[in-house]
């Protein structure tokens, strides 16, 4: 099993629906959680990240983190065709250096 | 354009030989960050170096190895190609100490045949 677990998707939806994308982990030490978007032939790119538990808003992107429950969340508000890309969600432990453990990535595609 | 510059950006190689990839960090980043991104496994992360010191390893293979010159870029080489070996392999940088500002370059596409 792996260490951050992301449904693969895809993903399509309308123009301006909500978006939930979720990522479910099992270490426990995880304590930086990130979201990455990726187009197609690129690199990926921050989106946003939270440290340990919470909610975190920037525009219409929210990241919420369960630690609990070691479940996170990316949702999108208004979606827009621009939006079509791979979302990765990826982590890192508090004193791992940088290192990331990231998700398989969900394909997302919004529809106009 | 990130700032950090992989080069080749394509590469198709027979099996056995050996290839090396190139990686220009964004300017006044000290850390370099080497992923494999393959249709099953995702992205893994492969080494780290810190201005010119190898500060993590990931799940290199033994075949696989890595550098940073003192102009801070870095080079990956891979030798003895497998068809496995065929994947997208990323650079990022960032300023080096604890962050998670990455910034990931565009990869190079290696095909092996």
């Known amino acids: 099993q792996k260490e951050v677990e992301q449904d693969p998707g895809p993903l399509s939806v309308p123009e301006g629906a909500i978006v939930s994308l979720n990522c479910t982990y099992s270490n426990s030490a995880f304590q930086y959680f990130m979201w990455y978007r990726q187009y197609s032939r690129k690199g990926p790119e921050l989106l946003m990240y939270?440290?340990?538990?919470g909610n975190k808003e920037d525009g219409r992107f929210t990241a919420q983190v369960d630690k609990s429950s070691k479940y996170i969340s990316l949702f999108i508000r208004d979606s827009q065709p621009s939006d079509s890309a791979t979302y990765l969600c990826a982590m890192r432990e508090n004193n791992a250096g940088n290192m990331l453990t990231f998700g398989g990535g969900t394909r997302l595609m919004v529809k106009p | 354009d990130s700032g950090v510059t992989q080069t080749p950006k394509h590469l198709i190689t027979a099996t056995g030989q050996r290839v090396t990839l190139r990686c220009s960090p964004r300017?006044?980043?000290?850390?370099v960050y080497w992923y494999q991104q393959s249709l099953d496994q995702g992205l893994q992360f492969l080494i780290q170096?810190?201005?010119?010191?190898?500060?993590a390893k990931g799940n290199i293979l033994e075949r696989f190895s890595a550098q940073q010159f003192p102009d801070l870029h870095s080079e990956l080489n891979l030798s003895s190609l497998e068809l496995g070996d065929s994947a997208l392999y990323f650079c990022?940088?960032?300023?080096?100490?604890?962050?998670?500002?990455?910034?990931f370059g565009s990869g190079t596409r290696l095909t092996v045949v």
């Open positions: 300017s006044g980043d000290l850390s």
């Open positions: 939270t440290y340990s538990s």
């Open positions: 170096y810190y201005n010119g010191e190898e500060r």
């Open positions: 990022a940088s960032s300023v080096g100490g604890p962050t998670v500002d990455y910034t």
